[in-house]
Each structure stands twice: as C-alpha cells, then as structure tokens.
C-alpha cells in the first residue's frame, strides 16, 4: 500500500537535471533561497518570468524583494515567515515589474526546507507565469461590474418610471423621484420643480438617512437659493446646461463662501460637515422649457462621479421631466375641473325645519372631469322646496355647459309656477335647442307642507326612481322612469304624490350606484332592499356615508366607473 504524501512536511532534496529540464520546457521557474548564506538561486526560466537576461538576476532576497510590486510586499513576507514559522509550504500570486515598465503576474509555490535536526536552512519553490490568466479575470470583473452597473441603472429608470405612475400629485412624485436615486446615483439627491415662469420654487432633498434629509431642509430654509448663483440649481435652471464637479476642491468652496460673506462662517461649518465630493446637476427639460433642475451629490460615500454618471443622470432628469411636468398639468386639470363640477352644484343646501339633508359628489375614479351627474335643491316659497338630480351623457366642457342649462332651466320654469311635466318639457326644449347633441336623465321634485303633513311628488325622465323607506325599514320604489331629455319633441311623463312621515326617508340618486363593473351590477330592486337594510335609525348624513361604504365593499378597492351624485332627506319632525 501506498502512503499519503504529507505536502507540509519540510524537505532537503535538491532539484535535480532532468528534473530542470522538464520545468524549462515547462516554463516554470525554479529557486532555491539558502539562509545560511542568504545566497538566492534562479534558474534562467524564472528570470525570463521575471523579464531578466539569463545572469541578471542578483541571487540576494533583496533582489527578489525588488521584482515585487510594492503594495503586495508586506502581504507576501507575512506568508513566507507563517511558512517558516510551521516548517511547511507556502502559496501566493503576486506582480512583478519588468525592466521595461510592463507588468506581469506570477503564481509561486515554496517549501521551507530544515536539516536533519529540522532546523530551519532556507526555502526552494517554483513559479509559473499567469499574466494571461489574470487579465482575462479581470477582463471579465471589469464586464460583470459593467452588467452589475447597467443592471442598476436599469432598476433605477424603473423605479423612477414606476415613481411616475404611482402617484397623482406632484409633490409626492418629486419625493418618490429624488427617494428612487438614493443610493444608487448619490448619497443626496434633491429636486427643484418652478411650475410656472415666476412661481417660486418647489423643492425636496432626500438622504438615506431622514435626520439628514430634514437637516437640509432647514438649511434650505436658513440659507435660500441664490437666484443669480453662477453655479449649482439656479444657474442649470437659468442656461439649461448640465454642469459636473468632478471633485468638491477648496476653490470651489472659497467661491460660494465669497458671495454670502454675510453667511460664510456659518456655512463653511455646513459644508465641512457635509464633506462634499462630488456634484451632477441636470436640467429638467419638458415641452413648456427647462421647469426646474435635479442634483446628485457624494459625500460620506466619497465616490468620484464620471462621464458614465452624468450621462445617466441626464437620461433620469428626461424621464422625470416629462413626467412630473405632466403630473403637474393633470393636476392642474383635476382642479379646474373639480373647481367647475363644484359651480355646477349648489354652494350649500337650504335648512328646511323639520327635514334632516344630506347631499353628495362622488367623482369615478382619480380624475375629475366637469359636467355628468349633479343635483340641485332651492326654495319655491315658505312651504315649498323643490329638487333635482340628473345625469349628462359624458363630461367636460359640453357636459358642463349642458349641466348649467339644466339647473337655470328648471329653477327659472319652477319659480315660474309650472308643475313638475312642464318643468321637465321646459327642459326638454332647452336641451334640443342648445344644439349641444347631449341627452340627459332627471328627476325633478318638490316637498309641501300641507296641512301638517309632508307632501311628496315626484316625476322621473329617464331617471332611475327615487327610494321612500318608511319608518318600519320597508322600502319601496316611487312612480316611472319616464322619457329621456334632449332626445324627442314628445315626452311621456308621470307624476307621482307620496305622504311622508316623521321617520321616513326619500333617497334621489344617479345610475353609478347601479352601473358597476362586472360582476357588481345592481339593479333598482338590489338598492330599494340595500336602504330597506340601512336607512332606518340614521341620520341622513350616516345614511350618505353607509351608501358610499356599500359601494366600496361591493367593488373590493376597484375604481368606479361612473360619477354619483346622491340627496339624501330624513323627516324629523311634522311641519308647523
């Protein structure tokens, strides 16, 4: 049997001619290191290695130590010596400088050697030329460390898209924005949004840490932009240039520092603590101009910004601009729009002794867009109200001028003593003659107070009917749909009267309570027994709040797809 070769233990055997010849031919070097002497021996293959003439070696440790490169000295003789210290081998791969100012790399195996007595008498080991090796690792690290980089560049652009899509209002869109850079394209990075020419300027700063971000802010505060600065935000914002400070110097420092004398010894402490490194500011470029600029900046981290960098936080500065210019404009848009949905509604309800009212807009989905769904209550006389609720097709601008000819029309036709047919004919000739080519569903009704009763008579064109729910829970629909308005000349409409008691309810509503998704769809019949269940013992306000909380339980968090509008009336007392 064969026994295990023990690779540490030391030897004493001298290399011997054939044994030199296979190494050569080979190409691995050889040595031979005699501590007694301190004499070194390379073979003329290592010298080769080594880019030595065959003799030019200086057979002296110091000679070797000199082909060593000089950062990996004290790494490579901490090896050698824990070698020695064990009696045992040792391994390691390290540069070494040609003549010629190349540089090469060699992979070296040694072996301490000992005396009978297993004292120690020197080293003899062997090396092999693995340049190639080498630069083709690293080749390769340099590829993956590019991959890793596009790969974080690419999840950066993605978080910044996913930051635009994410929100509606553009504040928080410059937060998210600037939040999505840190880390990757700095340790600070802050925004600067001018929404219009001469507005002041909007602006977030966000760090990894928050006590920093915040501390910034204050600063912000403290110190303010200078709108004339010849460099930083306000001069990128000014020329629309992308301005690079590779490296933060002194100079640079003394600069700022000059044009607030007033604030230099304060802001020197600042900018010490900071310990600025580098700096990229962007233009943000959208189709109404340069609307504000956004700045990445090292600090603690100490990285040094490159042309790969600033090229990257322009392609970002694109992406953010015209998404946050656009996050801004529809926001714009929603308050216009919001603004004139709310002119096309009563500024408030009347207070109606005895009737206990309650009404509400409820816009489909995020965007808010004038016109639709509205409703309208106002006094004839002292004992008697009139209302309306209605639905335009569609919304914006034709929605919204056919919803004001609706509630002038029938105020004017009710104030002119007309019942509830001619009222709605009325409103009917006013719709065909507008040539607006809109249609529209209403109810219109009124409230009396007769002989210490509540009267109720209401006529339905096209609408869907309100819901009376008495006192005892049970609920009923009240009279016919009717003809839709703005579409013929002939109307089919009927009134219907109902006596209200103390207790009961009367709830006037448009189809988005009725028209959800698939597979929510509700019928009249599902709302008259879903206020059966809910409108009795509250008030006309909880009754608005639980048919609102219906309609998001039914839909699971889902947006609607239709706009409602909702009056709510509660009998609390009998009229005097």
Known sequence: MGVEPDFDAPVSVPVGEDLRG?????RIGTWRWDAATG?????????RLSGLEPGGFGSNFEAWIETLHPDEVDSILAKVNDAIERRGSYHFEHRTRWPDGSEHWLECRGQVTTDDAGAFTGTVGCAVDVTDRRRAEDERGVALDRER??????EFLSRLTEAAISVDD???FMQAAAAAAVPMLGDWCSL???PEPGDDVEAVVVHSD?????????LRVRFPRDPEAHRGVSAVMRTGRTEFIPQVTAEIVDEALDRRPNDASDLREILDALGLTSVITVPLHSSRGVIGAMQFVTAESGRIYDADDVALAQVAAGRIADALDNTWLAEQHRHISATLQRSLLPPKLPVIPGLDVAARYWPAGAEVEAGGDFYDLFRRSSTSWSLLIGDVCGTGPDAAAVTGITRHTVRAAARHGH???AVLEWLNEALLLSDRDRFCTAVYATLDQRKGRWQLASCAAGHPRP??????GSARLLGRPGTLLGVLDDMKLDVVEAVLDVGDVVVFYTDGITDLRPPHDRTEEDVVALLGSLATDRSAEQIAEAIDASLNDELGGAERRDDVALLVLRVVDTPI
């Open 149 to 154: 980089r596009l790969s974080d560049r690419l």
């Open 39 to 47: 004499v070194v021996r390379w073979d003329e293959t290592l010298e």
């Open 419 to 421: 019942d509830h047919r």
């Open 192 to 194: 600067h949004f001018v």
């Open 210 to 218: 928050p006590d920093r971000a915040r501390w910034a802010d204050e």
């Open 467 to 472: 819901i009376v729910v008495s006192a005892d």
């Open 22 to 26: 296979v190494l050569a031919a080979s």
């Open 170 to 172: 553009h504040l928080d």
